[in-house]
């Protein structure tokens, strides 16, 4: 039986990088499958070097709940060139205190395991993204819940996969692209306050409208180069 594992996380700035961006740094809105399974891996204590290896049976996504606004901040940068050291100043954009729901899907037996461990104890707190954006707050939810297969997510999808959004009349969307295999298109629409209606079904956690993927689906750093 295939249930979810769902905790409640929030920040107080997170910065989940858009890796395709070059002038300036800017946040997805909500964290990808694989930030998600960083912040689960650190929490279980695994290794970055060991997700794809210890997760490779597991689904991840995330669903934000509310945000404060995005933030632009300057940041000065560094580059170490042989001949050439360079010191600038880049925007940056970040999530102000959001709130997230983040979940893992898998057997009923694993997650068992991993909800008694985080039960007694934490190895590592999460960060948003990067390592000085600490956690505000987290509560691991006491039960596993059901994950059926949806087509209506209220977070995530590649952009070819979405027929209609469903809007609430405050639904916020970020386009933006993912180093993704799901589809040759590199856009993904993000969602807050609304929902994604798409073209095919997915697995997701149906109570919180979270579209799961799997870690195979999505490029890690150094796939491609």
Not at 41 to 67: C, P, T, V, W
Not at 199 to 219: E, M, N, P, Q, W
Request: glycine share 8%; aromatic share 12%.
């Amino acid at each position: 039986m295939i249930k979810a594992l769902v905790v409640e996380v929030s920040f107080f700035e997170a910065l989940f990088k858009v890796h395709y961006t070059k002038g300036f740094r800017q946040s997805y809105l909500i964290p990808l499958p694989t930030s998600v399974a960083g912040i689960f891996g650190a929490m279980l204590g695994i290794s970055r070097n060991n997700l794809h290896q210890e997760f490779h049976d597991i689904l991840f996504g995330a669903a934000i709940k509310r945000y404060k606004g995005i933030v632009g901040e300057n940041v000065t940068f560094f580059q170490d060139k042989p001949s050439n050291p360079t010191i600038g100043v880049a925007k940056t954009l970040i999530v102000n205190e959001p709130t997230y729901v983040i979940a893992m899907s898998g057997s009923v037996n694993r997650l068992e395991v991993f909800m008694e461990k985080l039960s007694r104890q934490v190895e590592y707190l999460p960060y948003g993204g990067q390592n000085d954006f600490f956690v505000k707050d987290f509560q691991v939810h006491s039960n596993l819940v059901d994950v059926e297969n949806c087509d209506i997510v209220n977070n995530y999808a590649p952009s070819s996969w979405v027929d209609e959004i469903k809007s609430d009349g405050k639904t916020e969307i970020q386009i933006l692209p993912v180093m993704h295999k799901l589809d040759a298109s590199p856009n993904f629409h993000f969602i807050l306050d609304g929902s994604l209606k798409l073209s095919r079904t997915v697995s997701c956690v149906k109570a919180y409208g979270i579209g799961l993927y799997s870690l195979h689906d999505f490029y890690l750093t150094g796939d491609r180069n």
